[in-house]
């Protein structure tokens, strides 16, 4: 497709047009995952964070959160749980918290190596040097998921402090894919400031780094950020960028977000339909659930995760697809060291 082309597809509003994207999309998926949808476990260990982005409701500006952080023990039995459920991946994700260091991190993902020696290991756990990344690597973690947010320069400093930059960001990408891991990275559709253009980017960006995953969610703005009385992003916009993705890169993972659930109760159906493949159902326990709010409205925060399971296998099934409790290896290869 021609930038002109791709372009006409982000800005169309024609429903035949839009049904025949989501068609095309839905049928390049099936070619290469079938009908099957992978699951994730996502474990939120820590909403302190050290960064400021001003769309996120956990960043350190934000002085009404109400922080926490899971112990090694806690952790532990997020990942029993998931366990004894069927998942075969665990994803940690938290905020930059500067109390966990590289030793840290090395000795929980040490841990849950030990008692899960065949599960996937992935960390969502921002920005950090290669010598960290690495030292993550060699504990067994193989998977990373690092989203650029915009891949427009003057977009991204529109969203965060000048000290938070995208060439900082996308080294990061490219030092994670050098070193082995699964890389996952993604973008926010109709955040603030946000142009037709800029998605284009995000497309060539992806073009580039050729991960094996991609999130795309719409912006929810959160009532603590600056960004508090800006609109969110539309449905049909981010489904049009989960197309346009599985187009461009047919054989990378595209998660059913959380976000786009939120935003429509049918949303991560939505998706499935339009060429996602994944869902990452929470596995944190209860209690702090409601506290890892980087949006607000967040949907799933009361829930077991066992209800979690139960009802995203439904909707699976509602429109026609396969749950797999499978490990999920993405087809798109890795990079060779
Ligand atoms: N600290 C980790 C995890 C970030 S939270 C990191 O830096 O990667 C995971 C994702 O949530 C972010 O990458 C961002 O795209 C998304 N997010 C944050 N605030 C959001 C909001 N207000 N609306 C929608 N998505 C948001």
């Given at each position: 497709?021609?930038?002109?082309?791709?372009?006409?597809?982000?800005?169309?509003?024609?429903?035949?047009?839009?049904?025949?994207?989501?068609?095309?999309?839905?049928?390049?998926?099936?070619?290469?995952?079938?009908?099957?949808?992978?699951?994730?476990?996502?474990?939120?260990?820590?909403?302190?964070?050290?960064?400021?982005?001003?769309?996120?409701?956990?960043?350190?500006?934000?002085?009404?959160?109400?922080?926490?952080?899971?112990?090694?023990?806690?952790?532990?039995?997020?990942?029993?749980?998931?366990?004894?459920?069927?998942?075969?991946?665990?994803?940690?994700?938290?905020?930059e918290d500067p109390y966990?260091?590289?030793?840290?991190?090395?000795?929980?993902?040490?841990?849950?190596?030990?008692?899960?020696?065949?599960?996937?290991?992935?960390l969502s756990i921002g920005?950090?040097?290669?010598?960290?990344?690495?030292?993550?690597?060699?504990?067994?973690?193989?998977?990373?998921?690092?989203?650029?947010?915009?891949?427009?320069?003057?977009?991204?400093?529109?969203?965060?402090?000048?000290?938070?930059?995208?060439?900082?960001?996308?080294?990061?990408?490219?030092?994670?894919?050098?070193?082995?891991?699964?890389?996952?990275?993604?973008?926010?559709?109709?955040?603030?400031?946000?142009?037709?253009?800029?998605?284009?980017?995000?497309?060539?960006?992806l073009q580039q780094l050729?991960?094996?995953?991609?999130?795309?969610?719409?912006?929810?703005?959160?009532?603590?950020?600056?960004?508090?009385?800006?609109?969110?992003?539309?449905?049909?916009?981010?489904?049009?960028?989960?197309?346009?993705?599985?187009?461009?890169?047919?054989?990378?993972?595209?998660?059913?977000?959380?976000?786009?659930?939120?935003?429509?109760?049918?949303?991560?159906?939505?998706?499935?339909?339009?060429?996602?493949?994944?869902?990452?159902?929470?596995?944190?326990?209860?209690?702090?659930?409601?506290?890892?709010?980087?949006?607000?409205?967040?949907?799933?925060?009361?829930?077991?995760?066992?209800?979690?399971?139960?009802?995203?296998?439904?909707?699976?099934?509602?429109?026609?697809?396969?749950?797999?409790?499978?490990?999920?290896?993405?087809?798109?290869?890795?990079?060779?060291?």
């Amino acid at each position: 497709m021609t930038d002109t082309e791709l372009l006409r597809f982000i800005t169309t509003e024609d429903k035949e047009e839009t049904g025949e994207l989501f068609s095309r999309a839905r049928a390049v998926r099936e070619q290469h995952y079938g009908k099957a949808v992978y699951f994730r476990g996502l474990i939120e260990f820590t909403n302190y964070c050290k960064n400021d982005c001003y769309y996120c409701g956990i960043r350190c500006g934000n002085m009404k959160v109400r922080r926490y952080r899971l112990s090694l023990e806690q952790i532990l039995r997020c990942c029993a749980a998931g366990d004894m459920m069927g998942f075969k991946t665990f994803v940690l994700q938290g905020g930059e918290d500067p109390y966990y260091t590289e030793e840290h991190i090395r000795e929980i993902v040490q841990a849950i190596r030990r008692k899960f020696p065949y599960h996937a290991i992935t960390l969502s756990i921002g920005e950090w040097k290669r010598e960290s990344y690495e030292a993550f690597f060699r504990a067994g973690a193989n998977r990373y998921l690092m989203r650029h947010e915009t891949a427009d320069g003057e977009h991204y400093a529109r969203l965060h402090p000048t000290w938070q930059t995208l060439e900082a960001r996308k080294q990061c990408l490219f030092d994670l894919r050098d070193i082995g891991y699964q890389v996952g990275s993604g973008f926010m559709v109709g955040s603030p400031f946000q142009k037709p253009q800029d998605l284009l980017e995000d497309l060539h960006f992806l073009q580039q780094l050729n991960p094996q995953m991609v999130g795309i969610g719409p912006f929810i703005p959160h009532a603590d950020t600056p960004f508090a009385a800006y609109p969110a992003g539309t449905v049909e916009l981010t489904l049009k960028m989960l197309a346009l993705t599985r187009l461009l890169l047919p054989k990378t993972l595209l998660p059913a977000t959380t976000a786009l659930g939120t935003i429509d109760p049918k949303g991560r159906e939505k998706a499935l339909m339009a060429g996602a493949n994944v869902v990452m159902p929470n596995l944190s326990p209860v209690g702090v659930r409601g506290l890892y709010t980087l949006y607000n409205n967040k949907i799933c925060t009361g829930e077991e995760a066992a209800e979690c399971l139960l009802c995203m296998q439904g909707r699976i099934h509602s429109c026609g697809f396969v749950p797999d409790m499978g490990r999920g290896d993405s087809l798109v290869a890795l990079k060779t060291p």
